[in-house]
């Protein structure tokens, strides 16, 4: 049973350099990288024309 009731774990790799980029935005803005992620997600998604559903009922699909 996982302990997240509206996310999903994963474990990936990404680059170094745009790792950095990132943790760093994410630790300046005081934004979590777990949204971070999301949104940067959630805009390859509209880019592709791919379906998708947020189900975290805080977050409200962007229009």
Do not use: C, H, V
Not at 17 to 28: C, E, M, P, R, V
Not at 39 to 58: N, T, V
């Amino acid at each position: 049973m996982s302990d997240l009731k509206y996310r999903e774990r994963i474990s990936s790799s990404i680059d170094k350099g745009l790792y950095k980029a990132i943790y760093n935005y994410s630790i300046d803005t005081r934004i979590p990288l777990s949204r971070l992620l999301d949104e940067a997600i959630e805009d390859f998604l509209k880019k592709k024309q791919l379906p998708y559903q947020i189900s975290a009922p805080y977050q409200k699909e962007k229009k």
